[in-house]
């Protein structure tokens, strides 16, 4: 006769013992800690000697001959695959050598705080379960409303990155103008063909495809020709289309540029039109003194995107949004399932999870307010500032050198350039320029196309490029350009 309560007993026991491990002791949790850290702290004592681009024939191949397995893999083990497989090939985000695309960041403390953040596991997405998590959300949303001039009223969210605050932004501007399936054919939506794609994106995902796309021409500083965009606007409106969004940039993600965006917040104003600006590269540039005059109009949108993973040098995983009118957010994400109705008679506060399309989410809060806390606003301030200034110097620096070209001078931290061989095609030599910084590995440089030119970029916004940087970076181009030219 087997007894099923002593079964069930004796069951209980094995599974507690079997799952012991996911509770470490004092001693296994010093073991693991241990080897993370002593990890952490190499990589970033030889950080300044590492590649920022290492081209590598297996790209991480590696990870598959490693399958999930019942069994545990000892801590040096896992470690050594990571090395190998994942923290060596291809780009390293943590360098201050990254120049290309909008370079992410890194800064330590936001790392000590994700710790912090998932040892305590506090709840963000609703106040009933986590007030101080989400007043503590609030507040950074409130004082980012601050710093680029939205009202008290404002509403936000952090986000995992401004794809997704780009998403709300759309989403909240389609419900407050009551777009329905039926409004769609012909409410038409004003960008340039600088907006990110992750706009083109939230505009598909939202379900505005079908909306009439107007891609404003830009001006030879690449910003949104403000003219032009009144002259379209006025000639929809004529033939019964209704003028529904205009999209504008705060620094773009290809030359740095930014849309007139008082100009842009004038004619949205007059039209009856949502403004939404997408200053995730760039918004945070508003720490800079000075910059309120290039920024100045985007504290008139409805609706704008900042990413504290780009501007404010945070590991990637931290975007945000801010809406003019938090209602209008509400009316577009508010939450609510029975299962809920005790969190939804304690609301002081909103709740993260009535902003967005999420509901159980990462802190993401305590990684940017850690950082702020701990260090105080200054060095992010000074760390913006001479991003600013690297860029000047390397736009300066560059059109002196024999062969180059540059861009205009940049409104934030991007610079274009390219080299004009003495024969043969321009765009060709260009990319076999790159293809050698890439190979040559120590600072990474990306390209675009502009005006139909092949064009190389630079980008500086990681916290760790220093005017060294730029020197070598200067150093390298010259010297493989002299390289080529002679095979040429
Ligand atoms: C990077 C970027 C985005 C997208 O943000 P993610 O954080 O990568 O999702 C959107 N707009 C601009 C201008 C950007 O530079």
Same mark, same amino acid.
């Given at each position: 006769?087997?007894?099923?309560?002593?079964?069930?007993?004796?069951? !209980?026991?094995?599974?507690?013992?079997?799952?012991?491990?996911?509770?470490?002791?004092?001693?296994?949790?010093?073991?693991?800690?241990?080897?993370?850290?002593?990890?952490?702290? /190499?990589?970033?004592?030889?950080?300044?000697?590492?590649?920022?681009?290492?081209?590598?024939?297996?790209?991480?191949?590696?990870?598959?001959?490693?399958?999930?397995?019942?069994?545990?893999?000892?801590?040096?083990?896992?470690?050594? !695959?990571?090395?190998?497989?994942?923290?060596?090939?291809?780009?390293?985000?943590?360098?201050?050598?990254?120049?290309?695309?909008?370079?992410?960041?890194?800064?330590?403390?936001?790392?000590?705080?994700?710790?912090?953040?998932?040892?305590? +596991?506090?709840?963000?997405?609703?106040?009933?379960?986590?007030?101080?998590?989400?007043?503590?959300?609030?507040?950074?949303?409130?004082?980012?409303?601050?710093?680029?001039?939205?009202?008290?009223?404002?509403?936000?969210?952090?986000?995992?990155?401004?794809?997704?605050?780009?998403?709300?932004? %759309?989403?909240?501007?389609?419900?407050?103008?009551?777009?329905?399936?039926?409004?769609?054919?012909?409410?038409?939506?004003?960008?340039?063909?600088?907006?990110?794609?992750?706009?083109? =994106?939230?505009?598909?995902?939202?379900?505005?495809?079908?909306?009439?796309?107007?891609? %404003?021409?830009?001006?030879?500083? &690449? @910003?949104?020709?403000?003219?032009?965009?009144?002259?379209?606007?006025? =000639?929809? @409106?004529?033939?019964?289309?209704?003028?529904?969004?205009?999209?504008?940039?705060?620094?773009?993600?290809?030359?740095?540029?930014?849309?007139?965006?008082? +100009?842009?917040?004038?004619?949205?104003?007059? &039209?009856?039109?949502?403004?939404?600006?997408?200053?995730?590269?760039?918004?945070?540039?508003?720490?800079?003194?000075?910059? +309120?005059?290039?920024?100045?109009?985007?504290?008139?949108?409805?609706?704008?995107?900042?990413?504290?993973?780009?501007?404010?040098?945070?590991?990637?995983?931290?975007?945000?949004?801010?809406?003019?009118?938090?209602? @209008?957010?509400? $009316?577009?994400?508010?939450?609510?399932?029975?299962?809920?109705?005790?969190?939804?008679? #304690?609301?002081?506060?909103?709740?993260?999870? #009535?902003?967005?399309?999420?509901?159980?989410?990462?802190?993401?809060?305590?990684?940017?307010?850690?950082?702020? =806390?701990?260090?105080?606003?200054?060095?992010?301030?000074?760390?913006?500032?001479?991003?600013?200034?690297?860029?000047?110097?390397?736009?300066? /620096? %560059?059109?002196?050198?024999?062969?180059?070209?540059?861009?205009?001078?940049?409104?934030?931290?991007?610079?274009?350039?390219?080299?004009?061989?003495?024969?043969?095609?321009?765009?060709?030599?260009?990319?076999?320029?790159?293809?050698?910084?890439?190979?040559?590995?120590?600072?990474?440089?990306?390209?675009?196309?502009?005006?139909?030119?092949?064009?190389?970029?630079?980008?500086?916004?990681?916290? @760790?490029?220093?005017?060294?940087?730029?020197?070598?970076? !200067?150093?390298?181009?010259? $010297?493989?350009?002299?390289? %080529?030219?002679?095979?040429?």
């Amino acid at each position: 006769m087997t007894d099923p309560e002593k079964d069930l007993e004796d069951r !209980l026991s094995e599974l507690e013992r079997i799952a012991a491990s996911l509770e470490p002791s004092a001693e296994a949790r010093g073991v693991l800690r241990d080897a993370v850290i002593a990890y952490t702290e /190499k990589f970033i004592e030889e950080i300044y000697t590492l590649p920022a681009y290492n081209v590598t024939g297996d790209k991480g191949r590696e990870i598959y001959a490693s399958p999930i397995s019942e069994g545990p893999m000892p801590v040096d083990e896992v470690l050594r !695959l990571f090395a190998h497989a994942v923290d060596r090939p291809g780009l390293n985000p943590a360098s201050h050598g990254h120049l290309g695309y909008i370079p992410g960041g890194g800064i330590y403390a936001s790392a000590v705080a994700d710790y912090l953040a998932d040892i305590t +596991n506090r709840y963000a997405g609703i106040f009933y379960g986590g007030p101080g998590a989400v007043r503590l959300e609030n507040m950074l949303i409130a004082w980012m409303a601050s710093l680029t001039g939205y009202p008290a009223g404002a509403g936000g969210n952090l986000t995992s990155g401004g794809s997704i605050a780009n998403l709300i932004g %759309i989403v909240a501007a389609r419900d407050a103008k009551g777009i329905g399936s039926r409004d769609v054919g012909r409410s038409v939506i004003y960008l340039t063909d600088q907006a990110h794609h992750s706009v083109d =994106k939230a505009i598909r995902i939202a379900g505005l495809a079908e909306c009439p796309l107007r891609r %404003i021409p830009v001006t030879p500083f &690449h @910003r949104m020709d403000a003219s032009l965009l009144e002259l379209t606007m006025k =000639k929809d @409106r004529a033939s019964g289309l209704r003028p529904f969004l205009v999209i504008g940039s705060a620094g773009t993600t290809d030359t740095g540029a930014v849309d007139p965006l008082a +100009n842009i917040a004038d004619l949205a104003e007059a &039209h009856d039109c949502w403004f939404h600006c997408d200053g995730a590269y760039g918004a945070f540039f508003i720490l800079c003194s000075g910059m +309120n005059r290039i920024l100045s109009g985007m504290e008139r949108s409805d609706s704008l995107v900042m990413d504290p993973h780009k501007g404010l040098f945070l590991p990637y995983g931290t975007g945000a949004v801010l809406v003019r009118d938090r209602r @209008r957010m509400h $009316d577009s994400f508010r939450y609510n399932a029975s299962y809920l109705l005790d969190a939804m008679s #304690d609301a002081d506060e909103l709740s993260p999870a #009535d902003l967005s399309p999420e509901l159980t989410k990462h802190f993401r809060g305590l990684r940017l307010w850690l950082p702020l =806390k701990i260090h105080g606003l200054r060095p992010f301030r000074a760390c913006l500032e001479e991003k600013l200034l690297l860029a000047r110097y390397f736009w300066e /620096k %560059i059109r002196e050198c024999d062969g180059f070209e540059a861009g205009p001078q940049p409104d934030l931290s991007v610079v274009t350039y390219r080299y004009v061989p003495k024969r043969g095609n321009a765009d060709e030599f260009n990319k076999v320029l790159i293809e050698k910084i890439q190979n040559d590995g120590r600072v990474f440089l990306s390209s675009t196309r502009l005006g139909g030119n092949f064009v190389l970029r630079l980008a500086v916004l990681a916290f @760790r490029t220093h005017r060294w940087t730029i020197d070598l970076t !200067l150093k390298l181009l010259t $010297d493989y350009a002299r390289e %080529i030219e002679r095979e040429f």
